[in-house]
């Protein structure tokens, strides 16, 4: 169960442009910051409430559900 605040996942961007999704993720929950990277890319471990992963493919997709984290 997550303690942040606001919207936590967005399984309806699945399909739609990384940089709009952001943009759309950031707009309905103000205390995140969506970060757009490409599938494989080497992140923190670290689970943090202000933080998004937006994972797109080559060509800027999203692949899955953006999420907290």
Known sequence: MS???GKNSWPE???KKGEA???KI???NPHVDAIVL???TPTT???RCD???VWVDSHGTVLRS???G
């Open 13 to 15: 961007l699945v399909g």
């Open 45 to 47: 471990r670290d689970f």
């Open 66 to 68: 953006p999420r907290i």
């Open 21 to 23: 999704a952001a943009t």
């Open 3 to 5: 303690h942040c605040q």
């Open 38 to 40: 490409l599938d494989g």
């Open 26 to 28: 950031e707009k309905e």
């Open 51 to 53: 933080r998004v992963w």
